[in-house]
């Protein structure tokens, strides 16, 4: 008796191991498998929008063909996000030279209920002299920031001209024809921007 169940021990024992054995080495890489993810086509980013310029004419997307558009999302009561993405726009355009004919900067808001026109004509003046502020109604507005998947968020102050408005600082480089080609992160070197910039056919 204890002869014989030492082999039936032994036998479920290698049995076990044989069945771990082969879970592991099958069983678990199907397991993991199933988590990967692959991605094709081009990200879905921008599209047609309508919007009023910062000298109040109504304006489309189609306005801007066969330009390259450079476009940062911001808002005039950010105070430093807002800033330093249309800082570095401004920089990298000056760095460019005469290829900076290829691109229109725009700067569109998320803040349209403060953002006007006058206000956003007054605010760009500190920046690239051919940039476009873009506002419109809430509902403009809220269309194009979601065709772009961009996020906002107003932190309320002591009285409304003191709120501050926090939102995504990506600039979003989309080709001659709207199309989106890439976008550059918040804190990207000008130069690093300008060198991409330099290789668009």
Not at 32 to 59: C, M
Not at 63 to 81: H, I, K, Q
Request: with cysteine; aromatic share 12%.
């Amino acid at each position: 008796m204890p002869a014989r169940l030492a082999i039936v021990i032994f036998c479920g024992l290698f049995l076990g191991i044989s069945a771990g054995w082969f879970y592991l080495s099958t069983g678990r890489a199907v397991l993991f498998q199933d988590y990967r993810t692959v991605t094709t086509g081009t990200a879905r980013v921008g599209g047609p929008f309508q919007l009023i310029r910062h000298d109040k004419r109504p304006t489309t997307e189609a306005d801007f063909r066969g330009f390259y558009m450079l476009v940062f999302f911001g808002a005039t009561r950010s105070p430093e996000l807002t800033p330093a993405g249309l800082q570095t726009m401004t920089g990298a355009l000056e760095a460019l030279g005469s290829q900076s004919e290829r691109f229109v900067p725009l700067f569109v808001t998320v803040d349209p209920e403060w953002d006007q026109p006058d206000r956003l004509a007054k605010f760009i003046r500190r920046y690239h002299p051919r940039m476009v502020g873009l506002t419109g109604n809430r509902d403009q507005v809220a269309a194009v920031t979601k065709s772009y998947h961009v996020h906002s968020s107003r932190v309320r102050g002591n009285s409304t001209a003191s709120d501050v408005v926090d939102h995504t600082a990506l600039i979003y480089l989309m080709d001659t024809h709207g199309a989106y080609v890439t976008h550059f992160s918040y804190g990207t070197p000008v130069a690093e921007i300008v060198e991409r910039l330099r290789q668009l056919p």
